[in-house]
C-alpha cells in the first residue's frame, strides 16, 4: 500500500490517500492566499509515489519544481512548524511542454483528434455554425481524408462549399455564410499563435505518463503564460487533454494510488459560457474517467466557478481564503461554507474570510471514501524551489528530456490538403482535354470530378485502412477514439 501523503496539519497531521486520490479533488481561493503552493505541494507528493503529473503553469511560478529549494526562509519557517529535524529539500524530474514551442517540447493536436465539438467552443460558434463544422468532419470522414492543421481543415471548408448542391442529399444543407464565418474564425486562432497547436507529430499520451530512474513520477509542466491569452483556446486544449486520457487508457478499477493526476488551473475558464451539450460531456468524463486510474483536480478561485454537477464529485477540498468585500462575494463564501462536511468546533464561514497565506480549510476522503470534517490547517512545506526559474535552467531540462528531439521538428504527411489539391488539378487536366459538348446539366469539369472523387475516396479509403488500422471513430468528445494508434513515431 503507498504511504499516505502529508497534506496539512492542524493539531494533528492531515493525510491525503492515495487510494482516494483519484477521487478527484477541488483547490479553491483568492489569488495570492497560497493555491499555487498547494499545487506544488501534491504534486511533488505525488511524484514520490511514482504518479505522473500534469499541471499548467499560467504564472510562470511553477517551473521551480525541477530545482532544489532551500532558498526561503518561509519555506524553512513552515518545516519547522511542522516539527520537521531535517527537512529534505530536493528537485523533482520535470518535463516542460509548449504549444507554441518556445518554452517546452512542442505540444500539438491534430484538427482530427480534436474533433468538431472542441473545435467549434476554440472557435467560439453558434448552433448552426457549429452544425456545419460537424458535416465538413463528416464529409472528411467518410473520405478518409485526415485534418491534420489548419491549411487542411481550410481546403475542407471550401471544398464542402463549392460542392454544396451534390452534397446536400447526403449531408444536408450547407450555409456559405456558415462556411464564411468558420474560415474567419479560424483566421483569428492562426493570428493568435493557435496554428502552431494544430499539425504533426501529435502528442503521444504515454509521454506524459512517465517515471524517472529512481521510480518518482515526472510532472509534465505547460508553459501557459502565453496560452492564456487565449483562455477558449487554452481551457478546450485542457480538456482535449483529459478527453485523450479518457478515450486512450483502459479500464482499471480502484488502485493503490492512480495512475495519473491532472491539475485543471483556472477551471472557471472551461466552464464560462459552456453550452450544455459540452457540460454534460465534460461532467461525464470526469465521472468516468476516475476508473481509468486518473485523479482530477480543479483549481479556481471559487468553487461556485465549478458547477453543481461536477463538484459533486470532488471529495478531496483545500479551500484558501475568500474575500467578502461585495454581496457576490458574500453570497460566494456562504455557498463554499456547505461544501464542507460541518464541524462542530469550527466556524466555516467566518474562518474562509480569515484564513492567512498558506492557511486552508480542509476535508479529503477516508479509507472508506467518507469526506472528512472540514478543518483548519497549515499546507505542508515544498521541497522544491518557489518561484521561476532561469532560462538556461529552462533549456537544460528541456534537453535532458528522454523525449527531446521527438517533437521539436513539425511533419507535414499527406493529408486533406494535399489530396484535395492533387484531385484539382487532375479535374483541371481532364477538361481542358475534354473534347465532348457539354451536356444540359453537367460539364466535363463536374463530370471529371466526380469520377475522380470516386476513385480517390476508394483509394484513400484503403490508405486510411492501412495507416490507422480501423474505421476513424470519435469518442465523447468528438477526438478521435484511441487517437494515438495514428500516429507515427
Not at 90 to 97: G, L
Not at 113 to 131: A, F, I, K, W, Y
Amino acid at each position: 500500500m503507498a504511504d499516505p501523503i502529508l497534506l496539512a496539519k492542524d493539531t494533528d497531521d492531515i493525510y491525503l490517500l492515495p487510494k482516494m486520490a483519484n477521487r478527484h479533488g477541488l483547490i479553491a481561493g483568492a489569488t495570492g492566499t497560497g493555491k499555487s503552493v498547494t499545487l506544488r505541494v501534491l504534486a511533488e507528493q505525488f511524484s514520490l509515489l511514482g504518479i505522473p503529473v500534469f499541471m499548467a503553469d499560467v504564472k510562470g511560478d511553477l517551473a521551480g519544481i525541477c530545482q532544489s529549494g532551500g532558498d526561503n526562509p518561509k519555506v524553512a519557517e513552515r518545516a519547522q512548524w511542522f516539527s520537521f529535524q531535517d527537512f529534505p529539500y530536493a528537485a523533482f524530474p520535470v518535463m516542460f511542454w509548449d504549444v507554441f514551442g518556445e518554452q517546452g517540447h512542442p505540444l500539438r493536436s491534430t484538427i482530427s483528434e480534436m474533433g468538431p465539438l472542441l473545435l467549434g467552443r476554440v472557435l467560439n460558434l453558434n448552433d448552426t455554425q457549429s452544425g456545419v463544422l460537424s458535416l465538413v468532419f463528416k464529409v472528411a470522414d467518410d473520405n478518409g481524408m485526415l485534418l491534420l492543421d489548419l491549411k487542411d481543415l481550410r481546403a475542407m471548408l471550401a471544398h464542402v462549399a463549392e460542392n454544396a448542391k451534390s452534397l446536400t442529399i447526403e449531408y444536408g444543407n450547407v450555409s456559405a455564410a456558415s462556411v464564411g464565418a468558420i474560415q474567419r474564425r479560424l483566421l483569428e486562432i492562426e493570428q493568435q499563435g493557435g496554428d502552431a497547436f494544430f499539425g504533426e507529430p501529435s502528442l503521444n499520451i504515454e509521454d506524459l505518463m512517465q517515471t524517472d530512474d529512481h521510480g518518482r513520477g515526472v510532472v509534465n509542466i505547460l508553459a501557459a503564460d502565453r496560452l492564456m491569452q487565449a483562455p477558449k483556446l487554452y481551457a478546450t486544449f485542457l480538456l482535449w487533454l483529459l478527453s485523450e486520457l479518457y478515450e486512450n487508457l483502459p479500464e482499471v478499477g480502484d488502485l493503490e494510488k492512480p495512475k495519473m493526476v491532472f491539475f485543471f488551473d483556472e477551471a472557471h475558464l472551461l466552464f464560462d459560457d459552456a453550452p450544455d451539450a459540452l457540460l454534460q460531456k465534460i461532467e461525464q468524463v470526469v465521472r468516468l474517467i476516475r476508473s481509468k486510474g486518473v485523479g482530477v483536480y480543479f483549481v479556481s478561485q471559487n468553487p461556485t466557478d465549478v458547477p453543481d454537477v461536477v463538484l459533486s464529485q470532488l471529495g478531496n477540498r483545500v479551500q484558501h481564503a475568500l474575500r467578502a468585500f461585495t454581496p457576490r462575494d458574500q453570497k460566494a463564501v456562504k455557498t463554499a461554507a456547505t461544501t464542507f462536511r460541518a464541524n462542530p468546533d469550527l466556524d466555516v464561514e467566518k474562518a474562509i474570510t480569515e484564513l492567512g497565506v498558506g492557511e486552508a480549510l480542509v476535508s479529503v476522503l477516508d479509507e472508506k471514501g467518507t469526506p472528512g470534517i472540514v478543518r483548519r490547517a497549515l499546507i505542508a512545506p515544498p521541497h522544491s524551489r518557489l518561484g521561476a526559474i532561469t532560462a538556461d535552467e529552462r533549456q537544460r531540462t528541456i534537453r535532458s528530456s528522454v523525449i527531446y528531439g521527438h517533437y521539436e521538428s513539425a511533419v507535414d504527411r499527406e493529408s486533406a490538403y494535399e489530396l484535395l489539391k492533387e484531385r484539382r488539378a487532375q479535374a483541371q487536366e481532364v477538361s481542358q482535354q475534354q473534347q465532348a459538348p457539354a451536356r444540359e446539366e453537367s460539364s466535363p469539369l463536374m463530370d471529371a470530378a466526380g469520377d475522380i472523387l470516386g476513385s480517390f475516396a476508394k483509394s484513400a479509403a484503403r490508405s486510411v485502412g492501412t495507416s490507422l488500422g480501423r474505421q476513424i471513430m470519435r469518442g465523447v468528445l468528438g477526438s478521435l477514439f484511441g487517437g494515438t494508434s495514428s500516429r507515427r513515431r
